[in-house]
């Protein structure tokens, strides 16, 4: 049943609210939540009810009930997405609010490879109902638009109930009911913060590098004429296949799926880069036009008129690692090894009188693999503050090879990251530019002088044959269903990521500890400064000029104390005015 609150039953409502162990509550508006729209319907349902009360936001007098209920409830609420009821709250101008039970976190938690995660999906696989109009629907789809037939509300609102009652119990039997309590649903608020606050952008600058790029392309698209001694379109796949293969009889390293023509994917373009100069000049071209498209041309428009931020949003359920995502703009794409693509760095930038404080855990991974494993030799380097890629050289290279310290450096660095991904010696080869017998025998020694970690990646990938799933330090899980399949490749892919995702699911959560604590921190210490971004193991805060040397110990505090490993953690702190001068 549904009823509507009106002012004569409202304090009815209201008693029976606060006297509920867990209050459901979904909060439905006309318009995208990205523009700003208020919430215009709240939709609750306590525990032992069956009636769902729906409260027309645009009332004051019943916002005003909705607020009271929020603000002083005892009771548990529950959501979908705790970090959007956090901020559609916010724009009803409703104060610091205790947070929800977030029923998506659960989902995530427990099926962590689902990719999906609207609720319309797990409703129907799970709780078999249809949030769609109408009676059963062939198939389900994300709504993007509230639903206003008030039958739906209703079994949306149970659906919700029931999936709480579903995966609270699956969390705790799976034994994350803590990691979910402590890292995941804490997190919510904070990255509710980050998205409040936004990041400043310079149009100026992008309007020079939009510029400057436009010319770079021009002059990369006569080179490739005249590399290819035909002008065709470069964006065409077909017509480059036809180019280098018939045209100029590059040799074909391998045909696509769909069609059986040629492919001319990156990673075709690198091997034949190697040897010719026309895919290398595709290569740089697409990196170009993409980093132009995507960002350089593309932020300007993300820009919201009333704050001139760019407020990107970041998501907790996007990697199955853990690791959090970004999107409008996705600022884990954006390369920085590249000049052009540290270059777009140099658009964010703080408002007048505030600088930006970047902080990037050191080699993080490598840390926590030390951790994992124990090997006495990684421990022992990290404890000594060594390079650890220097040490690595030292360890695998031989004196005469050592003479060339630069080059070998550069090849341990690639060992030791290609460990942490379960790289094979074929892509070791690859990546190096060397034979495949000449990888083996890197990685070969490699195992002799750090033990300790080929005896903790045979055991993890054992681990995983026998339960089906990885964890990390803190309990994350992830199933891994093809750790036994029968194919090479698959099988081989699986015990990469069975290797790979407690080291980078270790480091995720790791930063999410941080990042909880340095909100929390700055919260009590009342400072002005907040976290703004957040990339792979680097948080970037915008604080006030007179703040900037206390935020930056109080970070460094936090991010190194984050967790307590067999080695120390540490922190690359750098201060500008915009965030390409930080690296």
């Known amino acids: 049943r549904v009823k509507w609150l009106t002012e004569k039953n409202a304090e009815n409502f209201l008693a029976e609210a606060r006297s509920a162990s867990r209050v459901y509550v979904d909060l439905r508006c006309s318009e995208s939540i990205f523009e700003r729209r208020k919430p215009d319907t709240a939709c609750v349902l306590c525990d032992k009810s069956n009636e769902v009360t729906l409260i027309d936001l645009g009332n004051s007098a019943l916002l005003d009930r909705w607020r009271r209920l929020t603000e002083n409830s005892a009771a548990v609420f529950v959501c979908w997405d705790a970090k959007l009821f956090l901020e559609m709250q916010e724009i009803l101008q409703i104060g610091a609010v205790r947070v929800p039970d977030d029923v998506m976190l659960m989902a995530f938690l427990t099926a962590p490879n689902a990719g999906d995660f609207s609720m319309k999906r797990w409703a129907l696989d799970e709780a078999r109902i249809s949030l769609s109009e109408g009676k059963q629907p062939k198939q389900a789809s994300f709504l993007s638009e509230p639903e206003k037939d008030e039958d739906v509300l209703c079994r949306r609102m149970a659906a919700l109930r029931h999936l709480d009652e579903i995966l609270a119990t699956r969390l705790d039997e799976m034994g994350m009911k803590r990691l979910y309590e402590e890292i995941d649903l804490p997190l919510a608020p ?45 964006n065409s ?228 044959r026998r339960t089906g799933v990885s964890r990390t330090l803190y309990g994350r899980l992830r199933q891994i269903p093809d750790i036994n399949n029968r194919d090479f490749n698959m099988r081989s892919f699986a015990e990469r990521t069975a290797v790979n995702s407690p080291i980078q699911g270790t480091a995720a959560d790791i930063v999410k500890i941080a990042m909880i604590n340095i909100a929390h921190e700055l919260r009590e210490r009342r400072m002005a400064a907040k976290i703004i971004l957040q990339v792979h193991d680097e948080l970037v805060l915008e604080a006030p000029e007179e703040e900037t040397e206390a935020v930056s110990l109080l970070v460094r505090e936090k991010m190194e104390g984050a967790a307590e490993l067999l080695v120390p953690l540490k922190v690359d702190l750098n201060i500008a005015d915009n965030w390409m001068d930080m690296k």
């Open 190 to 234: 904070v990255l509710a913060g980050m998205e409040r606050a936004g990041v400043k952008v310079d149009r100026a600058t992008l309007r020079e590098m939009s510029s400057s790029m436009e010319k770079t392309l021009a002059d990369l698209t006569g080179r490739v004429y005249r590399s290819a001694g035909v002008e065709f379109n470069i």
């Open 237 to 464: 796949p077909k017509q480059l296949g036809e180019v280098l293969f018939e045209k100029l009889n590059l040799p074909v390293i391998k045909k696509t799926r769909k069609t059986g023509g040629y492919s001319t994917d990156q990673g075709v373009l690198e091997e034949l880069a190697r040897t010719y100069e026309l895919p290398g000049l595709i290569l740089e071209y697409r990196q170009v036009a993409k980093l132009k498209s995507t960002y350089v041309d593309a932020l300007p428009a993300l820009i919201r008129p009333e704050t001139g931020r760019v407020h990107a949003s970041f998501n907790q359920t996007g990697t199955a690692t853990g690791r959090l995502s970004s999107s409008d703009p996705n600022l884990q794409n954006i390369p920085i090894r590249s000049e052009m693509g540290r270059l777009i760095r140099a658009a964010f930038v703080p408002e007048k009188g505030n600088l930006l404080i970047s902080a990037d855990y050191s080699q993080i991974e490598l840390r926590v693999l030390a951790h994992l494993s124990g090997d006495e030799v990684l421990v022992d380097a990290f404890r000594s503050d060594e390079d650890i890629h220097d040490r690595t050289a030292r360890e695998v290279f031989s004196e005469e090879e050592l003479e060339n310290r630069q080059e070998c450096r550069r090849r341990a660095k690639a060992i030791n990251f290609g460990i942490v991904y379960g790289q094979s010696a074929f892509g070791l080869a690859q990546s190096l530019g060397i034979s495949r017998d000449a990888a083996q025998t890197f990685i070969n020694t490699y195992f002799t002088r750090y033990h300790g970690v080929r005896v903790w990646l045979d055991a993890a990938i054992e681990e995983t």
